[in-house]
């Protein structure tokens, strides 16, 4: 693979996600099989920013693909988002000879990246690291698969709770602008209704389909809400229903950052493999500014326009699916 690259750096950046550790280490082993140089940039743009930059080997990524997490550690960076935090930031990695970046993270990562090509045309490669799944140009998002397993875990625990005492859960997962997570979740949790920020249901609409449960004898019912709705978090439903009827004895969970953490499942350690390295290969073959996906178990490049201008649609058929099952 014919390339003048001869020095990579690579760094995690805004909100972690289970298998970033799994990425990185695809990234560090395919461009030392591709005898390359590679570094690892401590705390995304503030260890850019700082020079906190360190040279990587393939034992420097042994037994991480399991971890949750990321070992460069992550951050935002305010600086960054400055002309002379970005100077500072090419300057040190001029000074390591680093000639080509992968960055592991969100759009907010992507942007940085993207003004980072831009003022100083480094070619960089961008892998989706995100429990929300709500990035264009790839079907699945590294971290999603684990956040909505130990969402589904956790739900199935609270599940025997309300069944044992006639109870009523709002459960609220995370999905700050995309329902992906609390749509599989209320699914795959059998919910009576999920409420995300790309669905419009109303209050009454909400009222009506736990009323229904209610006078049809329905002891027990699951309420999964995504931390964006529209309809409000899930103490604010919790207290409005509370206020109109007196069917159920009510509770809420917020599962909140424990779906960030623990182990990447299969899936997501499998997906950031080949994300990583397809970033390797992408840089070595010419692509710069460029996010790596993957659409129909395909590797894909898309620009950053693709990324930035259009956001990863909620399946309608998932959608459908969810309203014939919460009956």
């Not at 990321?70 to 960054?80: G, Y």
């Not at 993957?294 to 930035?308: A, G, H, Q």
Request: glycine share 12%; hydrophobic share 40%.
């Amino acid at each position: 693979m014919e390339s003048k690259i001869s020095k990579i750096g690579v760094f995690t950046s805004g909100g972690d996600a289970p298998g970033m550790n799994a990425a990185l280490r695809a990234v560090v082993r395919a461009a030392i099989y591709y005898k390359k140089d590679i570094y690892g940039i401590m705390q995304g743009y503030e260890g850019m920013i700082d020079g906190d930059i360190v040279k990587l080997g393939a034992r420097s990524v042994g037994n991480i693909i399991q971890r949750g997490g990321t070992i460069l550690k992550s951050a935002r960076s305010q600086e960054f988002r400055t002309k002379e935090g970005r100077e500072k930031a090419f300057i040190n990695l001029k000074k390591h000879g680093i000639e080509a970046l992968v960055a592991i993270g969100g759009d907010g990562t992507f942007t940085g990246l993207h003004k980072l090509h831009e003022e100083y045309g480094i070619p960089a490669v961008c892998i989706p690291g995100t429990i929300d799944n709500d990035i264009a140009g790839t079907d699945f998002t590294v971290g999603f698969d684990t956040a909505t397993n130990t969402a589904v875990e956790a739900i199935d625990k609270i599940r025997d709770t309300a069944i044992s005492h006639n109870r009523l859960f709002f459960i609220e997962v995370m999905g700050r602008n995309s329902g992906y997570i609390a749509i599989n979740c209320g699914i795959a949790g059998g919910a009576v209704a999920t409420i995300i920020p790309e669905e419009s249901m109303t209050l009454d609409e909400l009222f009506a389909k736990l009323d229904e449960g209610g006078k049809t004898n329905k002891k027990s019912s699951l309420v999964v809400v995504a931390e964006g709705s529209k309809l409000g978090g899930a103490m604010e439903l919790a207290k409005k229903f509370s206020e109109r009827n007196n069917y159920f004895d009510i509770k809420v969970t917020i599962l909140g950052h424990l779906q960030r953490g623990g182990t990447p499942t299969y899936f997501d350690r499998v997906l950031a493999s080949k994300m990583g390295v397809a970033a390797v290969e992408g840089l070595l073959k010419g692509e710069k500014d460029v996010m790596v996906g993957i659409l129909n178990n395909k590797i894909v490049y898309n620009d950053f326009d693709t990324i930035m201008k259009h956001h990863h649609e909620i399946d309608s058929e998932s959608l459908r699916i969810s309203k014939i099952l919460s009956i």
